[in-house]
Structures are given as structure tokens and as C-alpha cells.
């Protein structure tokens, strides 16, 4: 019997124990607090599939060996560009909307991430820190992009002075929550009670469902074996660099249709700084899902998210509660999500091969 | 009268982990003499020197039998820093050179000689200043001693790599007590000029009454400045002679020996050989594989033979399927059946039915992390596309069917594991070449090149693995190519067997042709082997 538990407890592993641990004790404070706990609940789970896919776009990367992608910001902006373009066209359909804006992201993130994918080849044994800085640098890049696109939508650009993009969009004319409405239900009462965003969930297991049927295929397998042991994939005949370009392609287009998921859940687009750090919160998620700097798996990515985001969800209305001075929680915010960050980057086993 | 050894190891025996490597060796090296130790490969030289130099490898693993005395006087040496306080030092192979100090730095690091400073006197010898005028006195002391006319002061790091090893000596030398010098196949690395003058140096040394232990494969060297040898064979101690009693030809038929041992039960022979018959053709063949390369090679493998590889490492026999294989840049050409490989292709040779198992089993023969199954069925389903099921334009795989051939592999070459799910990591040596044996054989090749087949692995599935690659050479008819340092082995089962020495073809010999024309072709002496420069 200890054995069975022993090795139960080595397949969970001690960091995921401490996490699933800390989520349920912030969930149990939150009820004596006064909180509700089922809309608590469920803006965990919005939280978990509007995330996930950013999150999942971590898999393919560390399959084929570059490691943790902290450079998703490059297919993030890939994914605004896209959905940018879908309200400047105004397409009124917002399912067409969306399909028009994924399109588009993910053929301008699949070149990126092609590109990408070819510098991380030049630079192999250090593709984590570069990645960072491919993933910062990007954003400033885009910064100026972002001010100097010619787009004459009103939805898109400052209403005075007619040039340069907000900081913030409203989707709400074009693909604004067109997952999270569909099949929606509330659980209890329609106030209060647990909101399940179906649709979006759905889209985010269907995602899921692809990707782990590519790392099933052909393609897939060779990518997988590139990322593990390049030595064994070359006597194979397999191109390592061409899998490793893959696999950064497949990862940066993921990160495309991630953001646009998660704009249309939020029903704001974010330019400029917001989409910083997602780099970093993707990377922890599937850290403390399981995941480590050689091997993810989805199963990595589903759990990860949910605990990651769960914790975010449920910390900071805790926070605001225990700490209501003003500015404090916001603090507490920014220590406990870096917090998570760190704790999770520092128990990933093994390093860089 | 008795002789004086300056160096007295007697019965020597040690084991790795029940592996028994020493059996019983003596070592006596009198002071001032250069004195040769030889064997092949594995034949426990390292372990040794490893033992005469107390390094931690020997302690860790239970330490060793057999007694080590030093002018006569018992001596224990269990750290390095004791072999050092023994006057025992050592010329590395690999230089253990700073390249950014200068030659002084570099013969003085450690050793520094200093001055007290109104620092050190508070906080203690560690802040003193260095007395370069006294060091660099030394250091130039050490370096004609050896007979070496370099400025002291130039930095090391664009030296010439004869000058690193010469630079490597003159710190041992300088070195105070100084009385054993270990030099371990020094001239590996070095030109031909350089190594005439590290001999000249290494006599030099030896007649201020410095001894030293020389390790070569080279027989020739040996000849020229050595004044006896130890010779070792599988760990065991086989000779000790002065070279005036001895000859080139005694030296390499000590160090082969006849094996009696028989690795492979005789099978039926059917087959038909013949020079007609090619299956690879192998043409002015070169490959620029690091510490193996290959400097142009030409064989012709008959169909259905079994054709070894020989030579010692580091002369580019591995080098050859790393070549084929296209894993390592290579120029020439190898031509299957009649059909020229592109060796620029990577896969080319797969795809024309080579399969190759290679040396390195756990760095590039299997995916650690990955089943056993995944393992076996990998190369098949990506060169061949077996072990896949389409689905629309997707190409998906089959696990239900690798899983059935998995378990067909695991029964055929008796592979001992828990089932296709267990990682290939977690196996034994064996097991974990009978995986790879498996891969390559899913693929259904018409050439096995196989390396190192036995490496690691333990006696059992030794003979299972050799037997094995007899049986599909006789009954299925398949060319194999086999690549191994142990000459036993190559000699129990090929047909024929090519020696490689310094990248290029020593001499095909037969099985049972005499040990000492083994041996001279090993050590690369190349006497009645005609046209194959």
C-alpha cells in the first residue's frame, strides 16, 4: 500500500502537491471572508480556458528542444495584428470575425515563428535567454508598429488626432465573447452562482485535442525525438534544426490564436506593453503543471493552467479582503502571480540539453 | 644482486563494481629509466596509473589489492596531492593548461613562489605578491632543462600545441622531488617532428635519473627510447622484458595473444562468397569525425559476408559508419549494390537499406525517456513509414501495431523488461543493445553496420548479441558490417577483418592469421602491406 502511495506521490511530485495545497487553503479562506465562492469558482475556470491555450503553446516548443518559449510575445503580436486587421475591415459576424482574425494570425506567426525558429538554431545551448529577450524586444518593436499602422477604424485608433492605436480595444462590435456565450449556463443562482463559459472551454479542449494528435503523428514523433535526443533523431535521418523550426513555428502560432482566445473572453484587445509578461505567466502555468525544461505534455498544460490562474483568480479577491489599504493589494498581486513564477521556475528538474 | 625499483607495484588487482579490471599486475620502474607500458585497449593501463596516482575513482569504489612501494619503502597513496608529496607527476593527454596565463604562470600555478606584503602580514599569506623575477627564474630553468627555447613570459594560448605539451613537462619537471613521470600517450596528439623531439626530451629527462612511465600504443616509439616494457593484456599482467631482449614482433604478438576463448558456437556455413558479389564499395573515403577521423579509405564488402573493423581507438575505425551514415561530414564515395550514396543527405544511407547500430548507445543509440516500443519502431516509421495509419492527409501512429512488434522483438532477442512500455533508460547494457539491435533490424536492412556491439554488457548477453548476428548473417543472408575495438570478438566472427591505423587502412587479415600480423598492423607499422598507402 505505501508503495502505491509513494509512487503516486512521485508521479505528482512535491511542488504540485504545495501549489494544489496553497489553492485550496486560499479557497477555504475565501468563505469565511465572505466571499462567493462559486463565482470565485468560476472565474477560475474562465480564467483556466482563456489562458490555456497561451499556456499550450509551451508544449510544442519544449517537445522540440528549444526549451520554454518565452518568446510567445512574438506570436501574441502575430495574434493582434490578425484581430486588429478583422476590426478594421469590419467584419460584423463575429464568428467570422474571429475566423478571419486566427487566420491571420496564425499565417503571420507561422512566418515569425519560422524566423524565429531560425535564430534559436544559431544560438542553441542558450535559447532560454534569448527567447526572453526575442519575447521584450518584440513588444518594443511592435510598440512603434502599433502607432505608426495605417488603420482608419474608430474602433482601432486615439479619437483625437486620428493616427496611432489605443491601449486598449473593445471587441464588443466584432468577436467579443463569441466563445464564451456559447452554450454559456449558470450554475445556482444566475447572479451569483457558477458560470460556465462552454464554448470557450470546448474550443480550448478541441485545441488540446489537435495539438496532441499532431504529437502523435509522424511529424510530430520526429519532432519530439529532435527535442529529446538530437543525436538519435539525426541517425534517423531526421533534420534536427528543421524539427526544432517546426516545433518554434507550431509554438508561435499557437500563441497567436492563444491571445486572440483570450482578447475575445476578456472583450478587450491589449496593444503595446500589456502582452509583456504572458510569456512569463505561460511559463510558470506549465511548470507548476509538471512540465520541465525537456518534457511537456498537455495533460502538463491543462492542469498547470488551471492551477496557475486558479491561484491568481482566487489570491487576489483574498487579498483585497485580508489587506484593504488601498494600494496594498495591487502589490500583493504582482508578488503573489512573480511569486508563482519564481517558485515554479526554481523546482524545474534537469537543465538545458 | 637485487635491483633497485624506484617505483614497486606488485600484484595489483581491482574491481569495479564485481568487474574484476587488474588481476594480479605487477609494475616495477627503476629510477631513471624510460620504461614502456603497453596494451590494448581496456587492457587496464588507466586504471593503473589511476590507482599509482590514488585518484578518487579508485577510493570510491572500494579501493584496491596489491601494494605500492616507493624507494623500497611501503608507500599509501589514497589522494592525488600524497603521488605528488611521492615525487610522482603526470604529462596529461588533454593539457591542463591555462591558455590565457603565460608559460610562467602556467608551470608555477599552485606553486606560486611570494613575497610578504603590509596586507599579508594582517590578513595572512594568501595577499602576499608574487615574485615573478624568481618564479620566471624557475620557470626558465624547467624549460632548458628539457631543451625548449620559448620566452617564458608569451601566453600559452597561442602556442603550438607541441609547445602546450613540452610547456605540461617542464612544470612536472619543475616540480621539487621530482622522481616518476607519467606520460600518457604523449605523442597522440603531436606531428611527427614534434614527437621525435618530445622522445629526444623524454631521454634528456630520463639521464638526470627521472623515471618515467611511458604509455604508447606505438611500437616503434617504444623501440626507440624506452628501456623495457610492461606489457598488460584483458587486466592481467603478461610480460615484463628489457627491449634489448626483445623484439618488434614479440612486443605485438604479448600484447594480442591468442585467446582461446570462443565467443560463437559454430553454425552451418551455406554461403556463397564471392569478389563479384559487392555489396558496399567504399572509395577514397574520408571523414572529418572528431578523435576518429577517417583519412581516406578504400574497402570492397562482399555480399553476405561478415566484415569487421578493427584498430585501436582514436584511429578512425568509428569514424567509418559515422561516415556512412552521414552524421559526420565526409568526401568520397560509397557506392550500395552499385548505387552511389549521397553522403551529403542525411537518411540517404537508410534509405538505401543500411542500418547502423551505434557505439554510442545511451548518447545517440535511444531515446532514454521513451518506451521501448517507441524506440524499436522510430527509424522504421519515419524512413519507411511503417507503423503508420493515414487518416485523411494525416500520418498517425499505429501504437496498437508497434506495441504487436515490439512484443515480437522483446521474444525474439530476448529482451528482459517489465514490457514495451518500459523506458529504454531503465534497462541494462544489454538489454539496452538488443533495443537497438531491434531498431536497426525493423527497418529490414540489406547492411547492418554494427559498432561496439558488446560494449558494456555483460558475458551472457554478450555471446546472445554475437550469436544472434551470426544467425541473421547465415540464415536471412545479410551483409554485416561489424566495428569493434575487441579483436577477439572480430576474429571469432568475421570473415575477414580490416585494421585501421591513423585514419587509414593497415591491412586486411583473416581470422586466423598470426597475432603479431594483429598487432603490427594495430600499432600502424604497415611493413608488407603494399599499395594500400
Known amino acids: 500500500m505505501s508503495e502505491r502511495l509513494k509512487s503516486i506521490y512521485d508521479s505528482i511530485g512535491l511542488p504540485r502537491l504545495i501549489i494544489v495545497g496553497f489553492f485550496l487553503t486560499l479557497l477555504a479562506a475565501a468563505a469565511p471572508l465572505g466571499l462567493n465562492v462559486s463565482s470565485l469558482m468560476g472565474d477560475a475556470i474562465r480564467r483556466w480556458a482563456m489562458y490555456g491555450i497561451l499556456?499550450?503553446?509551451?508544449?510544442?516548443?519544449?517537445?522540440?528542444?528549444?526549451?520554454?518559449?518565452?518568446?510567445?510575445?512574438?506570436?501574441?503580436?502575430?495574434?493582434?495584428?490578425?484581430?486588429?486587421?478583422a476590426i478594421e475591415l469590419g467584419i460584423g459576424n463575429p464568428w467570422l470575425s474571429i475566423l478571419f482574425a486566427m487566420l491571420v494570425g496564425l499565417a503571420i506567426g507561422s512566418v515569425f515563428g519560422i524566423g524565429y525558429g531560425m535564430l534559436l538554431n544559431r544560438v542553441k545551448g542558450s535559447e532560454m535567454t534569448v527567447s526572453t529577450y526575442v519575447g521584450f524586444s518584440v513588444i518594443a518593436f511592435m510598440n512603434m508598429i502599433w502607432l505608426s499602422l495605417p488603420y482608419k477604424s474608430g474602433e482601432l485608433i486615439w479619437p483625437l488626432g486620428g493616427q496611432g492605436m489605443r491601449t486598449t480595444i473593445s471587441l464588443e462590435s466584432s468577436f467579443g465573447g463569441v466563445f464564451n456565450n456559447f452554450l454559456a449556463f449558470t450554475i445556482g443562482d444566475p447572479v451569483?452562482?457558477?458560470?460556465?463559459?462552454?464554448?470557450?472551454?470546448?474550443?480550448?479542449?478541441?485545441?488540446?485535442?489537435?495539438?496532441?494528435?499532431?504529437?502523435?503523428?509522424?511529424?510530430?514523433?520526429?519532432?519530439?525525438?529532435?527535442?529529446?535526443?538530437?543525436?538519435?533523431?539525426?541517425?534517423?535521418?531526421?533534420?534536427?534544426?528543421?524539427?526544432?523550426?517546426?516545433?518554434?513555428?507550431?509554438?508561435?502560432?499557437?500563441?497567436?490564436?492563444?491571445?486572440?482566445?483570450?482578447?475575445?473572453?476578456?472583450?478587450?484587445?491589449?496593444?503595446?506593453?500589456?502582452?509583456?509578461?504572458m510569456g512569463f505567466h505561460s511559463v510558470a502555468a506549465v511548470l507548476i503543471g509538471g512540465a520541465s525544461i525537456n518534457k511537456a505534455k498537455i495533460s502538463h498544460v491543462i492542469i498547470g493552467a488551471f492551477l496557475f490562474q486558479g491561484i491568481l483568480a482566487v489570491a487576489l479577491p483574498v487579498a483585497n479582503k485580508v489587506l484593504p489599504e488601498g494600494n496594498l493589494s495591487d502589490v500583493i498581486r504582482i508578488i503573489i502571480s512573480n511569486g508563482i513564477i519564481l517558485y515554479a521556475l526554481s523546482k524545474t528538474k534537469g537543465g538545458s540539453k | 644482486m637485487e635491483t633497485r625499483y624506484l617505483l614497486n607495484m606488485e600484484n595489483i588487482s581491482k574491481e569495479y563494481y564485481g568487474n574484476r579490471v587488474l588481476k594480479g599486475v605487477n609494475l616495477q620502474v627503476k629510477p631513471g629509466e624510460i620504461h614502456a607500458l603497453m596494451g590494448e585497449n581496456g587492457a587496464g593501463k588507466s586504471t593503473l596509473m589511476n590507482i599509482l596516482f590514488g585518484m578518487p575513482v579508485i577510493h570510491s569504489t572500494g579501493g584496491f589489492e596489491g601494494t605500492v612501494e616507493i624507494d623500497g619503502k611501503p608507500a599509501v597513496i589514497d589522494a592525488p596531492h600524497k603521488a605528488m608529496d611521492f615525487g610522482i607527476g603526470m604529462v596529461h593527454q588533454e593539457f591542463m593548461l591555462i591558455p590565457g596565463f603565460t608559460v610562467t604562470e602556467n608551470i608555477k600555478v599552485g606553486r606560486e613562489?611570494?613575497?610578504?606584503?603590509?596586507?599579508?602580514?594582517?590578513?595572512?599569506?594568501?595577499?602576499?605578491?608574487?615574485?615573478?623575477?624568481?618564479?620566471?627564474?624557475?620557470?626558465?630553468?624547467?624549460?632548458?632543462?628539457?631543451?625548449?627555447?620559448?620566452?617564458?613570459?608569451?601566453?600559452?594560448?597561442?602556442?603550438?600545441?607541441?609547445?602546450m605539451q613540452f610547456v605540461e613537462i617542464a612544470r612536472e619537471i619543475d616540480k621539487t622531488g621530482i622522481k616518476l613521470l607519467v606520460f600518457d600517450e604523449p605523442t597522440a596528439v603531436l606531428t611527427e617532428s614534434e614527437a621525435e623531439r618530445l622522445l629526444e626530451i623524454m631521454k634528456t629527462i630520463a639521464s638526470k635519473g627521472i623515471a618515467i612511465i611511458f604509455i604508447t600504443h606505438r611500437l616503434d616509439e617504444v623501440m626507440a627510447v624506452a628501456d623495457s616494457l610492461t606489457v598488460l593484456r584483458d587486466g592481467e599482467f603478461v610480460a615484463r622484458k628489457d627491449i634489448k631482449d626483445t623484439s618488434v614482433v614479440e612486443i605485438a604478438e604479448l600484447m594480442i595473444g591468442r585467446k582461446v576463448e570462443k565467443l560463437v558456437d559454430d553454425q552451418e556455413d551455406t554461403r556463397i562468397l564471392s569478389d563479384d558479389d559487392i555489396a558496399m564499395s567504399i572509395k577514397d573515403f574520408?571523414?572529418?569525425?572528431?578523435?576518429?577521423?577517417?583519412?581516406?579509405?578504400?574497402?570492397?564488402?562482399?555480399?553476405?559476408?561478415?566484415?569487421?573493423?578493427?584498430?585501436?581507438?582514436?584511429?578512425?575505425?568509428?569514424?567509418?559508419?559515422?561516415?556512412?551514415?552521414?552524421?559526420?561530414?565526409?568526401?568520397?564515395?560509397?557506392?550500395?549494390?552499385?548505387e552511389e550514396l549521397d553522403l551529403k543527405k542525411l537518411g540517404n544511407a537508410l534509405e538505401h537499406g543500411i542500418a547502423n547500430v551505434s557505439e554510442d548507445r545511451r548518447g545517440v543509440g535511444l531515446l532514454l525517456d521513451e518506451s521501448i516500443e517507441n524506440n524499436i519502431v522510430f527509424t522504421a516509421m519515419q524512413i519507411k513509414e511503417d507503423f503508420i495509419?493515414?487518416?485523411?492527409?494525416?500520418?498517425?501512429?499505429?501504437?496498437?501495431?508497434?506495441?504487436?512488434?515490439?512484443?515480437?522483438?522483446?521474444?525474439?532477442?530476448?529482451?528482459?523488461?517489465?514490457?514495451?512500455?518500459?523506458?529504454?533508460?531503465?534497462?541494462?547494457?544489454?538489454?539496452?543493445?538488443?533495443?537497438?539491435?531491434?531498431?536497426?533490424?525493423?527497418?529490414?536492412?540489406?547492411?547492418?553496420?554494427?559498432?561496439?556491439?558488446?560494449?558494456?554488457?555483460?558475458?551472457?548477453?554478450?555471446?546472445?548479441?554475437?550469436?544472434?548476428?551470426?544467425?541473421?548473417?547465415?540464415?536471412?543472408?545479410?551483409?554485416?558490417?561489424?566495428?569493434?575495438?575487441?579483436?577477439?570478438?572480430?576474429?571469432?566472427?568475421?570473415?575477414?577483418?580490416?585494421?585501421?591505423?591513423?585514419?587509414?587502412?593497415?591491412?586486411?587479415?583473416?581470422?586466423?592469421d598470426s597475432d603479431a600480423e594483429f598487432g603490427l598492423a594495430m600499432a600502424g607499422l604497415r611493413k608488407e602491406s603494399g599499395g594500400n598507402e
Open chain 1, 55 to 85: 499556456v499550450l503553446a509551451m508544449v510544442p516548443a519544449v517537445q522540440s528542444g528549444i526549451g520554454l518559449n518565452f518568446g510567445i510575445s512574438l506570436g501574441i503580436v502575430a495574434g493582434l495584428l490578425g484581430a486588429t486587421l
Open chain 1, 192 to 277: 451569483t452562482g457558477l458560470s460556465i463559459p462552454t464554448g470557450l472551454i470546448l474550443f480550448f479542449l478541441l485545441t488540446c485535442f489537435l495539438v496532441g494528435v499532431f504529437m502523435k503523428s509522424k511529424l510530430g514523433m520526429a519532432m519530439s525525438a529532435a527535442g529529446s535526443n538530437p543525436a538519435f533523431t539525426r541517425s534517423s535521418g531526421i533534420n534536427v534544426d528543421k524539427m526544432r523550426i517546426l516545433g518554434t513555428a507550431v509554438s508561435t502560432a499557437l500563441a497567436s490564436i492563444g491571445i486572440i482566445t483570450y482578447a475575445q473572453s476578456y472583450g478587450f484587445l491589449q496593444l503595446y506593453n500589456a502582452p509583456l509578461m
Open chain 2, 113 to 163: 613562489i611570494s613575497k610578504p606584503t603590509l596586507l599579508s602580514r594582517f590578513l595572512g599569506r594568501s595577499l602576499e605578491t608574487l615574485d615573478m623575477d624568481s618564479m620566471r627564474r624557475d620557470a626558465k630553468k624547467a624549460l632548458s632543462d628539457i631543451g625548449l627555447n620559448i620566452e617564458e613570459y608569451v601566453k600559452v594560448a597561442g602556442l603550438p600545441i607541441g609547445y
Open chain 2, 286 to 338: 574520408y571523414v572529418m569525425m572528431p578523435g576518429e577521423m577517417v583519412k581516406g579509405i578504400d574497402l570492397d564488402i562482399r555480399k553476405g559476408e561478415i566484415f569487421g573493423i578493427g584498430g585501436l581507438a582514436g584511429q578512425g575505425k568509428v569514424g567509418i559508419p559515422n561516415g556512412i551514415m552521414g552524421l559526420y561530414e565526409s568526401e568520397g564515395t560509397v557506392k550500395v549494390f552499385g
Open chain 2, 389 to 512: 495509419k493515414k487518416i485523411g492527409p494525416m500520418k498517425l501512429f499505429d501504437s496498437k501495431k508497434a506495441k504487436e512488434h515490439a512484443l515480437d522483438m522483446i521474444k525474439l532477442l530476448d529482451i528482459r523488461c517489465t514490457g514495451p512500455k518500459q523506458t529504454a533508460g531503465s534497462l541494462s547494457g544489454g538489454n539496452q543493445q538488443k533495443v537497438c539491435l531491434a531498431r536497426a533490424l525493423t527497418i529490414d536492412p540489406e547492411i547492418l553496420i554494427v559498432s561496439e556491439p558488446t560494449r558494456g554488457i555483460d558475458i551472457g548477453a554478450k555471446k546472445l548479441v554475437l550469436e544472434y548476428l551470426v544467425k541473421l548473417n547465415r540464415e536471412k543472408g545479410l551483409t554485416i558490417i561489424m566495428v569493434s575495438s575487441e579483436l577477439v570478438e572480430l576474429r571469432s566472427l568475421c570473415d575477414r577483418i580490416a585494421i585501421v591505423s591513423d585514419g587509414k587502412l593497415a591491412k586486411i587479415l583473416k581470422p586466423n
